[in-house]
């Protein structure tokens, strides 16, 4: 705007979502307008100058409903702050966090343990609900997860996948955007053989956190703990189906995207994979065929065996990793630990198969060996 020197002057005052105008200012802290936005005296200035709004944030109500009637005290929150609210209990449940909005949909505010996981942007009083897991115990319990991938889930008992098995979150049209806790148990799998291109593995796209589960593999406890991989996951892929340029395979998911998070987990798995394509990129790891995402305290044993068939005339690129086919430069691996099951020694054991675009990679060990299943 201009204005005349020694003159009085009106500014025009702007709108902030979640907070209220609080003046304007000059670049040395100095007041120069009311709230209304009428001068504090003349322009004195010899000189354009630029001024600063100043903003107060909000403060809203916040109520809870952790469906079981339970009577919360509210609590007053601070736009753009983070946060601590209560965490309720349930008889034979976990908490999963407060939700916007009830049965698991909606954004996410608090962890488990009621700590903020974003700094609060709801410019209104609100409610929010408890997030309770939906327990699976059973190989068709996880067409409950299939049929409604933004839930939260919870295994209670060991369970075996069957040979037929379609992965969960297909692809990024329709990926996985939950919760699945393992909750310390363990999935096993049959051999899953397949000509299916695009995004395999338990998880075809993950956009969602995977916790505390054991794939193909049992810790047991006999005076010491022993590992048993007898039931390591077993994927056998033909890739020959023209729907995908790309093939992402990983021992748990297929794509680890930009809000998937794996955690705690332990994995076994044998990847084999047969490409039967001319200009198709392959991207296979013992976790997931690419990270986009997180992978934290996590270990991983593999076995991977890749093969052009002799009928391809241009093969594509490929990107083959002991924990992730391709670590992108968003991504994270950190705390992990892996074996890479092979035949000898001058066989590679990188933890990823790319050499530039490479994300954060910290606290990880892992070495090849060739010891059997």
């Known amino acids: 705007m201009r204005v005349l020197y020694n003159s009085e002057f009106v500014v025009e005052n702007p709108v902030r979502e979640g907070y209220t105008f609080a003046g304007w200012i000059d670049e040395n802290g100095t007041p120069i307008a009311y709230l209304d936005g009428n001068s504090i005296g003349k322009y004195e200035y010899t000189e354009d100058i630029v001024i600063y709004a100043q903003w107060t944030p909000n403060t809203y109500t916040v109520s809870f409903n952790d469906g079981q009637g339970t009577v919360y005290p509210t609590q007053t929150v601070v736009f753009d702050q983070n946060f601590v609210f209560p965490v309720p209990v349930k008889e034979d449940s976990v908490f999963f966090g407060w939700y916007s909005e009830a049965g698991g949909t909606g954004v996410q505010y608090t962890d488990e343990n009621g700590h903020s996981v974003r700094v609060w942007d709801i410019p209104y009083d609100t409610t929010l609900y408890a997030q309770w897991p939906i327990d699976i115990s059973s190989y068709e319990d996880f067409e409950i997860i299939r049929t409604n991938p933004e839930g939260s889930y919870i295994l209670t008992a060991d369970i075996t996948l069957e040979s037929d098995w379609t992965p969960i979150g297909p692809n990024a049209d329709s990926p996985f955007t939950g919760i699945l806790d393992g909750n310390g148990h363990t999935i096993y799998y049959t051999s899953i053989v397949s000509d299916f291109a695009g995004y395999v593995g338990f998880i075809g796209y993950n956009n969602g956190i995977i916790r505390n589960l054991n794939l193909g593999i049992k810790y047991i406890e006999n005076g010491e703990i022993e590992i048993d991989r007898?039931?390591?996951?077993?994927?056998?892929?033909?890739?020959?189906?023209?729907?995908?340029?790309?093939?992402?395979?990983?021992?748990?998911?297929?794509?680890?995207?930009?809000?998937?998070?794996?955690?705690?987990?332990?994995?076994?798995?044998?990847?084999?994979?047969?490409?039967?394509?001319?200009?198709?990129?392959?991207?296979?790891?013992?976790?997931?065929?690419?990270?986009?995402?997180?992978?934290?305290?996590?270990?991983?044993?593999?076995?991977?065996?890749?093969?052009?068939?002799?009928?391809?005339?241009?093969?594509?690129?490929?990107?083959?990793?002991?924990?992730?086919?391709?670590?992108?430069?968003?991504?994270?691996?950190?705390?992990?630990?892996?074996?890479?099951?092979?035949?000898?020694?001058?066989?590679?054991?990188?933890?990823?198969?790319?050499?530039?675009?490479?994300?954060?990679?910290?606290?990880?060990?892992?070495?090849?060996?060739?010891?059997?299943?």
């Open 230 to 373: 007898s039931g390591k996951a077993e994927i056998d892929i033909i890739g020959q189906d023209d729907s995908y340029n790309i093939l992402y395979v990983g021992g748990l998911a297929g794509y680890n995207g930009a809000d998937g998070v794996i955690v705690n987990c332990n994995i076994a798995a044998k990847i084999s994979v047969v490409m039967m394509k001319d200009e198709r990129d392959m991207m296979i790891g013992g976790v997931t065929g690419y990270n986009k995402g997180k992978i934290v305290n996590t270990y991983i044993v593999t076995e991977i065996d890749v093969e052009i068939d002799e009928s391809v005339i241009n093969p594509g690129n490929e990107y083959i990793g002991t924990i992730a086919g391709y670590h992108s430069s968003e991504a994270l691996i950190d705390g992990c630990s892996y074996d890479r099951i092979v035949d000898s020694e001058q066989e590679q054991s990188q933890p990823f198969g790319n050499n530039e675009d490479i994300g954060k990679y910290r606290n990880t060990v892992g070495k090849k060996t060739q010891e059997e299943w």
